[in-house]
């Protein structure tokens, strides 16, 4: 009896290509079938490998490559990375309060809207004022501020026609109008 892992064999004049193949047979029945992930081959692996997050690759050379791909990746994350935004990106509230701090007119004429909505002092209309039209499925109207300083005074614009008309002002005086 010979010992291969954890595999007994009796070994009486068995040649090793014999020997394996009684490996690979006991480890085929026992093991499930998986795709590499990078070629798609498939390969026998331990249930085991599998569990703990290993067993993804048919071979080193397959696994390789994909560190490789992950090791220059690094180079692109955080600041390296042209859309990098300060770590904001992790925690969407940032951009809100940076928004709130750098535009606080803004943020009470939005406020000032959501709050008379909620409290049923203005309604949102049924249809765009410019168009005509309902707004599409899942869609609701814009409020659109053309002075901020009249809180409640807004027009209700499909999402459409509030697009054409900021890149009307902007291509008009080539600088956003600051209406939302």
């Not at 009684?22 to 085991?48: D, H, N, Q, V, W």
């Not at 004429?109 to 765009?128: E, F, M, N, Q, T």
């Amino acid at each position: 009896m010979i010992t291969v892992g954890s595999h007994n064999i009796s070994a009486v004049n068995l040649t090793a290509a014999e020997t394996y193949g009684r490996i690979a047979k006991r480890l085929t029945a026992s093991t499930p079938c998986t795709a590499c992930e990078l070629c798609g081959r498939g390969f026998y692996t331990k249930a085991s490998r599998i569990a703990k997050g290993r067993g993804r690759f048919c071979s080193a050379p397959c696994a390789n490559k994909v560190k490789a791909v992950a090791a220059f990746s690094k180079f692109w994350k955080g600041e390296a990375n042209g859309n990098f935004k300060g770590w904001a990106s992790r925690r969407p509230r940032v951009y809100v309060n940076r928004f709130r701090a750098k535009y606080p007119e803004k943020a009470a004429a939005h406020d000032a809207v959501k709050a008379a909505l909620r409290s049923g002092v203005i309604a949102r209309p049924a249809a765009c004022e410019q168009c005509g039209q309902p707004p599409a499925a899942g869609k609701s109207l814009h409020g659109h501020h053309d002075d901020y300083r009249l809180l409640l005074t807004v027009r209700w614009l499909c999402q459409p026609c509030h697009l054409a008309f900021h890149a009307e002002a902007d291509g008009a005086e080539g600088q956003s109008t600051g209406g939302r």
